[in-house]
C-alpha cells in the first residue's frame, strides 16, 4: 500500500475512533430510567457514576504525554478501547449496583486516553482543518449514541442491549487498532537521509520535557486554564439556559427546548465549517474571534431586551465556541513550544473535564443565592477571562520566540 493510501486509511480510522468515542456519552442519559429501575436505584445516584467516570477521565488524560511515550499512541488506543469495552458489557453483567461506578472509573480511563491521545496525534501529525473535523465526528457519536439506546429499548425492551452493541463495537475498534499499528508510525528514512533522521531523533529525545518541568511552565499551565474555562462556558450554557428561559423568563418549555437543542446541535455543523475555515486562518486566530463572537451573544442573553433576541444570542454563542476547543488543541504547540505539547495536551484535556463539572456547579450555587439571571452575567466573566489569559500567553509565547530568535 502506498503512503498517500495509508494516509487516507489512517485519516478514516482516526474519524472512527472519535465517532466511538462519542457513543458511550449518549448512552447514559438515555438509558438511565431503565438501569435505576433495574437496580432499584433513587433518581440522583446517577452523580456517583458520573464521579467514577470523570474520575478516570482526568487521571488519563493527565498522563497522556507518559503513556504515549512509554507505549506508543495506537497500543494506548487498543488498550483504551478495550478498557471502555470491558465497561461498557460489565455494565449488562453486574449483580450489584455499586459495581457501576467502579466500572464507570474504567470507562473514564479509556475515554480519556482516547481523547487525548488522539488530539495529541493529530496536532503533531496533520493540519488544523482535520482537527476541526475530528472534533466533528465526535459530534456524530453522540447523536449516534441515544438513537441506539433508544432502538434497543424500544425493540428488544432492555438498556443493556445497546451497551452489548457499543461495547462489542470497542472491542472491533480495539483489534483494528492493534492489527494496525504499522500506520501510526512514520515511515523510515533510506540511504543519505539515515543519518539526517538519527540526528532528528536525537534532538527530538533531547527536546522531549518531562511532566514536572510542564507543571512548572507558565504558558503550559496558562493553556491548561483556558481549557477549564471553555467547557465551563460550553456546559454552563448547556445545563442552565433551559432553566433560565422556562423559571426566570417565561419562555415556553417548547421553545426554550428548542432553542437549547439548536445551541448543541450547532457544535456540529459548527465545526464542519470551522474545518474548512482552518484552510484559512491560524488556529488561534480562529479560537480568538470566535471567543469575542461568544462575547457577544452572550451579552444579549444578559441584556435581555426580549426573548427573541435571548434566543438569537444563544444561537451565536453556540455557532461560536463550536471551533474552539479543537482550535486550541491545534495551536497547543504555538503556546507552550514543540517540547512542552504532548504533555499540555493531555493535561489540558484533563482541564476541560474539571472545567466542565465545576463551574456549571459554581453557576448553579450563584443561582440559587442570587437570581438565575447572574448565569448570563457568569458567561460573560468567563469569555472576558479567557480572552485575557489568551492574550497573556500571546505575548509570552510572542516573546519566547524573539528570545530564541
Not at 507552550?336 to 459554581?362: E, R
Request: with cysteine; net charge positive; aromatic share 12%.
Amino acid at each position: 500500500m502506498d503512503q498517500k493510501k495509508k494516509k487516507y486509511l489512517l485519516i478514516a480510522l482516526i474519524y472512527v475512533a472519535f465517532i466511538s468515542l462519542g457513543l458511550p456519552d449518549g448512552l447514559l442519559g438515555v438509558a438511565w430510567p431503565e438501569m435505576r429501575d433495574s437496580f432499584s436505584l433513587p433518581l440522583d445516584a446517577l452523580g456517583i457514576i458520573l464521579i467514577g467516570s470523570t474520575t478516570g477521565y482526568l487521571l488519563s488524560s493527565f498522563f497522556n504525554g507518559f503513556f504515549m511515550r512509554k507505549i506508543g499512541v495506537a497500543v494506548l488506543l487498543a488498550l483504551s478501547c478495550l478498557a471502555t469495552a470491558l465497561a461498557l458489557i460489565g455494565y449488562t453483567l453486574v449483580p450489584v449496583w455499586w459495581l457501576l461506578p467502579l466500572l464507570a472509573v474504567l470507562a473514564g480511563l479509556g475515554a480519556g486516553a482516547i481523547d487525548a491521545g488522539l488530539n495529541t496525534y493529530v496536532e503533531k501529525n496533520f493540519n488544523e482543518g482535520l482537527m476541526q473535523w475530528l472534533h466533528a465526528s465526535f459530534g456524530v457519536g453522540v447523536t449516534i449514541g441515544p438513537i441506539i439506546m433508544s432502538s434497543s429499548i424500544k425493540y428488544f425492551d432492555s438498556w443493556r442491549v445497546g451497551y452489548l452493541i457499543v461495547g462489542s463495537a470497542q472491542i472491533m475498534l480495539a483489534l483494528t487498532f492493534a492489527l494496525t499499528l504499522s500506520l501510526w508510525q512514520k515511515p523510515k528514512k533510506t540511504s543519505d537521509a539515515t543519518d539526517q533522521s538519527n540526528k532528528k531523533i536525537g534532538k527530538n529525545k533531547q527536546q522531549e520535557i518531562k511532566m514536572f518541568e510542564t507543571l512548572k511552565y507558565l504558558p503550559a499551565l496558562l493553556s491548561v486554564l483556558l481549557f477549564f474555562i471553555y467547557t465551563g462556558i460550553e456546559l454552563t450554557l448547556g445545563h442552565w439556559t433551559f432553566t433560565l428561559f422556562t423559571e426566570s423568563r417565561g419562555i415556553s418549555t417548547t421553545a426554550a427546548g428548542l432553542w437549547v437543542s439548536g445551541y448543541w446541535g450547532s457544535f456540529t455543523v459548527g465545526r464542519i465549517l470551522a474545518g474548512f475555515l482552518a484552510y484559512k486562518f491560524l488556529s488561534r486566530k480562529i479560537a480568538k474571534n470566535a471567543a469575542f463572537l461568544g462575547l457577544f451573544g452572550s451579552a444579549l442573553i444578559a441584556i435581555n431586551l426580549n426573548n427573541w433576541l435571548s434566543l438569537l444570542g444563544l444561537a451565536l454563542t453556540g455557532i461560536a465556541i463550536a471551533p474552539i476547543f479543537p482550535a486550541l488543541i491545534s495551536s497547543t504547540s504555538y503556546r507552550v513550544g514543540k517540547g512542552h505539547t504532548v504533555n499540555t495536551i493531555g493535561m489540558q484535556i484533563s482541564a476541560a473535564g474539571l472545567g466542565g463539572a465545576l463551574l456549571p456547579g459554581l453557576a448553579g450555587v450563584l443561582a440559587n443565592n442570587i437570581s438565575l439571571e447572574i448565569i448570563p452575567v457568569f458567561i460573560i466573566i468567563l469569555f472576558i477571562t479567557f480572552l485575557l489569559i489568551n492574550n497573556l500567553i500571546t505575548k509570552l509565547s510572542s516573546q519566547a520566540a524573539k528570545n530564541a530568535a
